[in-house]
């Protein structure tokens, strides 16, 4: 046989892949591990992995701050003269529904709740007279829920003096659910027509 002695040496060029490796240097898929894997490393995984199946870890069941949402026009009651909501909207996104002196009622966690009035406290710039900057600070109550309405008037408007506008307030509402203690504040805008 006369010819090159390299010819011996020579292979045939295998296919290539886009990214420049050849398809036997990217393995078997079903043999295929992360790189820096060993067959060590993964048995501690799945055994953690199977256990979380049989035991929930804690984060699963972590209380959440309750979740306020809008109440529907169905769940205002009559007797309730204002509606809350939050600022930049309109009372078309009702959250709470407030009668002053008695109640509150809001749809926490898909659940409506009426909370009774407990404690009243209040800040006037002249005894006896709201005005404008005036504060009204109120504790509410349910079997399931506490609640904070802390209030300042943006608008004063008397009835009497020709004023069809009713009054605003801008302030915070607090919601705490007792069982977990978590607890929910947003920023309320409450408007009370004349």
């Known amino acids: 046989m006369t010819g090159s002695p390299n010819m011996a040496l020579q292979r045939t060029r295998r296919p290539r892949v886009p990214s420049g490796r050849s398809l036997r240097s990217l393995g078997s898929p079903l043999s295929a591990r ?53 600022p930049g909207t309109s009372d078309m996104q009702t959250i709470i529904a407030w009668a002053s002196r ?25 005894e006896r007279s709201w005005r404008n900057g005036d504060r009204i600070r109120q504790e509410f109550s349910s079997e399931r829920l506490t609640a904070v309405l802390d209030l300042t008037i943006t608008e004063q408007c008397l009835e009497e003096e020709g004023c069809k506008d009713g009054v605003r307030y801008l302030g915070d509402l607090t919601v705490r659910a007792r069982e977990t203690g ?5 920023r309320v805008e409450v408007y009370c027509g004349c």
Do not use: M, W, Y
């Open 182 to 186: 978590q607890q929910k504040t947003i």
């Open 102 to 126: 008695f109640f509150i009622v809001t749809k926490i966690d898909g659940r409506v709740e009426r909370l009774n009035l407990e404690k009243t406290t209040e800040s006037h710039a002249q």
């Open 34 to 86: 992360p790189l820096g894997a060993t067959l060590n490393r993964q048995v501690p995984c799945a055994i953690l992995v199977t256990l979380g199946l049989f035991f929930p870890t804690a984060s699963l069941s972590t209380p959440t701050s309750p979740r306020i949402q809008f109440l529907g026009a169905e769940n205002v009651p009559n007797n309730a003269g204002c509606v809350g909501f939050p």
